[in-house]
């Protein structure tokens, strides 16, 4: 069993606080990314797991047991760096298996998990070279591997893609995910990069401010945005934040069956269109084409809605059209920002 438990897990230094008391419970096997904006505590928590921090208050659980007060070697776990930290003056084998000499791993199975990890991760052939000899995506598989031949069972990775180019970035996601489930690793991932959580967790934690904003699934985050918080962070383009004044859009006469203390409608930019029942007068003040898709910005009376729409569609800024959106479209939230039911 590797499931990780959080329970009140608080960080501060000083006056300053960095975590306010979260709980969370990560499934053994499950992939779960820690997302959220520079300085949400997303990095901090992942310390605290790893024990390279100390919680100020609360507990931390691996696999049942309470590692709150051990040291990171004594944890179970392995890790992934935004910095690969590749020695670059050993080999690819022997930077993979400098953890294994340190713990005096024996000879034989030593170079049993040099091999296994290898040629999982495509390196068999690159053993001899030097790290400055390597892509940059060769050289995450190097600290890949390093992790794998530890054997651990979770698996902590702190941004270990954000240098790499957006096209590697992308098949680097496929190949990690495709690892962690044919290995069965529990991994806490970290990301500022939602298009990451989203394609890769099966648990995404949204930090904000250093408290837990919502913890579900990728596609529950998405459909069902706990706070505006969510709903602005999560897709591109945001969802639409349209303010509300006695159950109508703000500046117009467009009524809603908002339900009591409604403060703000929510709309997924795709969920618009600029045809149907119900329609809304609106005017086009902006737009950006994007090829298969133009993203338009619509003014209803005081408050601007965006409307992802095909990019054939022959749109001019100025012009007046209506815009309608189904009913299971629209996400209420109150004046804290709360969702509605």
């Excluded at 670059?88 to 998990?113: D, T």
């Excluded at 240098?163 to 098949?171: C, I, K, S, V």
Aim: proline share 6%; net charge neutral.
């Amino acid at each position: 069993m590797s499931t990780i438990q959080l329970e009140g897990v608080a960080k501060s230094w000083g006056s300053t606080t960095a975590l306010q008391a979260i709980d969370l419970s990560i499934p053994s096997g499950a992939f779960c990314v820690l997302l959220g904006p520079s300085g949400c505590g997303k990095s901090t928590t992942l310390r605290i797991i790893a024990g390279l921090e100390q919680a100020s208050a609360g507990r931390v659980r691996i696999g049942g047991q309470d590692v709150t007060d051990l040291p990171p070697a004594e944890r179970g776990i392995a890790m992934v760096f935004q910095n690969y930290a590749l020695f670059p003056h050993l080999s690819v084998a022997e930077n993979i298996g400098f953890g294994l000499s340190v713990r005096k791993v024996p000879k034989a199975e030593a170079a049993r998990r040099l091999h296994d990890a290898a040629g999982l991760l495509g390196l068999s052939h690159l053993l001899d070279r030097k790290p400055g000899q390597l892509s940059g995506g060769q050289q995450q598989r190097v600290a890949l591997g390093r992790a794998l031949v530890a054997q651990a069972h979770v698996c902590l990775m702190d941004e270990p893609l954000s240098n790499l180019d957006a096209q590697l970035r992308q098949e680097m996601r496929a190949e990690l995910r495709e690892l962690q489930q044919r290995l069965g690793l529990t991994v806490v991932y970290v990301t500022h990069d939602q298009a990451e959580a989203m394609s890769m967790a099966d648990q995404v934690v949204l930090l904000h401010q250093g408290r837990v904003e919502q913890c579900a699934t990728p596609r529950a985050l998405y459909a069902q945005p706990a706070t505006t918080f969510a709903a602005r962070f999560i897709g591109t383009p945001a969802m639409n934040l349209v303010q509300l004044q006695d159950g109508a859009i703000a500046g117009s006469s467009v009524r809603l069956p908002a339900p009591t203390g409604a403060a703000w409608l929510g709309l997924r930019p795709e969920a618009v269109a600029l045809s149907g029942e119900a329609r809304v007068p609106a005017q086009v003040v902006g737009l950006e084409y994007l090829g298969a898709d133009v993203v338009l910005r619509c003014q209803v009376g005081s408050e601007q809605i965006t409307v992802r729409a095909p990019g054939q569609q022959a749109v001019q800024a100025g012009q007046a059209l209506p815009l309608a959106w189904p009913p299971q479209a629209m996400h209420f939230f109150d004046a804290a920002g709360q969702r509605l039911a």
